[in-house]
């Protein structure tokens, strides 16, 4: 018997979202992790709000909510309330009821920054990786560091002389170049952090990452991952310089000490100067960075410490995370201004990323 088209709707749901979801779906082993984290945030939440006033987004819901947007590379926050409105799935991770209202996305963007600004990124990234079913997915020998660019939200027109008259010239032109994005032609200039500025972000830095590459205003995104499952125990987000890579490094590998002392650090070489290698071993650890040469003083060849070849081979592993968190989760051209929210967003993606590969590293076997 043929089944009848009818188009209208029924009077009353009796849809459970929670058994909406099948039992096997990867956001399940996801979001009991995350709210188990989230639950060890309460503190720090309850800091960050007033007691007065009127209920603002619960700030548990905002992080799930970014964190779907990394997960399904989903645009903007505009985009995002719309698929929350009709996605069952969506509303369940966050914890929105099917007849709740999906919020405001200006007032979601605003709530989301009070988030940004604070430490809760570095928190949720770290009690990811020091929850009871993941740490013992970590490795504690052996690490690789590296770092990547990160595109400003700025446009080169907006990199200008320090002290000019920033002021937009618009209809008063006379030259009939018009308007505030108006032709601009950059031959012949020589252009330098030192000299000049972005009027967009003014903590942007002109920087390229190589000879004959384009040099672009930007910041500079680092991670430390350990060895065994290429997961990323710690991230941040520096200004663009020829050092920052290596400042960043001591800075990280100090935040989790005494725990990684003893343990290998694998990097790229440019890595490989002496001072940093001679800070490594003055916190204890072992450096395995790429050599610029082979061969010391006199021609001999310079010994490899043990392990350096295994080291060498998963520090590479390091630029799966760059590249999920550039286009998947979006971090490839920044939607920030500031370094402190660049950071904050960066290192939620890189949060993002350890939780999209535990459903399948905690079902290979591994002891819950």
């Known amino acids: 018997m043929r089944g009848q088209d009818q188009t209208s709707g029924a009077l009353f749901s009796y849809i459970d979202l ?16 995350v709210n188990d984290v989230l639950v060890s945030l309460s503190t720090d939440f309850e800091f960050m709000y007033s007691r007065m006033g009127r209920p603002s987004i619960p700030p548990e819901q905002l992080l799930r909510a970014f964190l779907l947007q990394a997960f399904y590379t989903i645009r903007s926050e505009r985009q995002l309330m719309e698929q929350l409105d009709f996605n069952m799935l969506f509303r369940w991770f966050v914890g929105l009821g099917l007849d709740d209202t ?9 709530n989301r920054d009070r988030l940004l600004e604070a430490d809760v990124s570095r928190k949720l990234l770290l009690g990811v990786i020091e929850h009871c079913r993941v740490r013992h997915l970590l490795s504690t020998d052996h690490f690789s560091v590296d770092g990547t660019l990160i ?12 002290g000019e008259d920033h002021r937009d010239v618009g209809d008063n032109d006379t030259d009939g170049n018009s308007g ?22 003014l903590e942007t830095r002109l920087y390229r990452k190589g000879s004959g590459k384009a040099a672009q205003l930007c910041f500079m995104g680092h991670a430390l991952m350990e060895n065994r499952n290429g997961l990323a125990v710690c991230a941040t987000v520096t200004f663009a310089n020829g050092k920052a890579e290596r400042e960043a490094t001591l800075n990280m590998i100090d935040q989790l000490q005494p725990a990684i002392t003893g343990a290998s650090l694998g990097a790229d070489k440019a890595y490989d100067v002496y001072s940093f290698k001679q800070a490594l071993k003055d916190r204890g650890l072992v450096p395995h960075m790429a050599r610029r040469r082979e061969f010391g003083w006199g021609g001999t060849a310079i010994p490899k410490p043990r392990g350096y070849e295994t080291s060498q081979r998963h520090r590479k592993r390091i630029e799966e995370i760059f590249g999920w968190v550039k286009v998947q ?20 993606a890189v949060a993002a990323y350890n939780l999209i590969r535990l459903p399948k590293l905690l079902s290979q076997g591994a002891p819950p």
């Open 18 to 33: 929670e058994g909406r979801v099948p039992a096997g779906h990867p956001l399940r082993i996801i979001r009991e992790i």
């Open 102 to 110: 999906v919020w405001n996305a200006s007032s979601f963007s605003k």
């Open 151 to 162: 595109e400003g939200w700025a446009s080169m027109k907006s990199f200008r002389p320090k």
């Open 180 to 201: 505030r994005n108006k032709e601009t032609d950059f031959r012949g200039q020589r252009r330098k952090n030192d000299t000049h500025e972005s009027t967009t972000d």
């Open 329 to 348: 989760a979006g971090q490839a051209k920044t939607k920030f201004k500031g370094r402190r929210k660049v950071n904050a967003s960066f290192t939620l």
